[in-house]
């Protein structure tokens, strides 16, 4: 299903926006995109978030920051007390008033870094949302010049935490799109994201990298918070995602397309990384893709 445009609301008085969403029922699926960063905290909820291809469950505290045009939807499934409502406090700014702040604020500097790696959308940890969390719900009832220092505030201590973030990795790499700033790695991912459907070999991509196997290995975890292997088996279990849940292909064809030759292999991994086969997978999240795309 395609996502649809949606037209984020300006206010006169501010150069940015902030939605304070109460849902007493639900949080509804809504696939869509703007050219707006978003970072959204999601309190008194439970269910699961689509980022692009990326399907993973959310809970109290859930905190993401998704990049532009990046297509996304949060669906909740229960609340955690059923005597309030989902609070989901969204807040959006656009990449010319951020390239803004840093630029006119040497002391912002810390952010570039920060939404070069959200240009897909980024994982925070729940340390970091525990820490902004208080600071963003406080924003609700105050002014917008408060509100302004509040955000400030809000992005640099992300920033300062941007390393323990979780990167929601895309099978296709946008360039500057990754917090990684070595070159040798930058080689490594674009041709990951290329070519993860193909089989990969370490010793290959160390030579990529100028650097032995092992010193790939240490240098890879640094970079990215995980091994070679575990980011490709998330790559093709990300696409798989995204066949299973806009298209009737057969679960071995999927398999095949992302790059398995063992059926098994996949089934396994898939599982391992989603908690899930595939086709009970298909089954829960598929219905949200064969629904009309809502009208803006």
């Not at 639900?26 to 970072?39: G, R, S």
């Not at 992302?258 to 086969?277: D, E």
Request: net charge neutral; glycine share 4%; proline share 6%.
């Amino acid at each position: 299903m395609k996502a649809s445009f949606e037209k984020v609301p300006s206010v006169a008085d501010a150069s940015w926006t902030l939605l304070n969403r109460r849902l007493p029922e639900a949080i509804p699926f809504e696939w869509h995109h703007h050219p707006e960063y978003e970072l959204t905290l999601t309190l008194n909820s439970r269910g699961h978030r689509y980022i692009s291809n990326d399907v993973a469950p959310y809970d109290d505290g859930d905190l993401i920051l998704v990049g532009p045009n990046v297509p996304h939807s949060w669906s909740s499934s229960e609340l955690i007390d059923s005597r309030q409502p989902h609070i989901v406090l969204v807040i959006w700014f656009s990449a010319q008033w951020a390239e803004s702040l840093v630029t006119l604020f040497p002391e912002m500097a810390s952010v570039r870094q920060l939404l070069a790696a959200a240009r897909h959308a980024l994982s925070f940890s729940e340390a970091a949302s525990r820490e902004v969390r208080p600071v963003i719900e406080a924003m609700v009832n105050q002014a917008p010049s408060e509100r302004l220092l509040a955000l400030l505030a809000v992005l640099g201590k992300l920033a300062m935490n941007v390393d323990a973030t979780r990167i929601l990795p895309a099978p296709h790499i946008q360039p500057g799109s990754h917090i990684v700033e070595d070159a040798r790695i930058h080689r490594v991912l674009e041709h990951m994201h290329g070519h993860y459907d193909q089989p990969q070999s370490m010793t290959a991509l160390a030579e990529m990298a100028c650097v032995s196997v092992s010193a790939f290995h240490r240098m890879f975890r640094r970079h990215t918070h995980c091994t070679a292997l575990d980011y490709i088996v998330r790559l093709r279990v990300g696409h798989a995602c995204e066949l299973l849940m806009q298209g009737n292909s057969t679960v071995s064809l999927i398999a095949e397309t992302v790059g398995y030759s063992s059926l098994a292999l996949f089934n396994r991994q898939f599982k391992a990384q989603k908690g899930l086969t595939p086709s009970e997978f298909r089954r829960q999240h598929g219905h949200h893709f064969s629904k009309k795309p809502r009208v803006q």
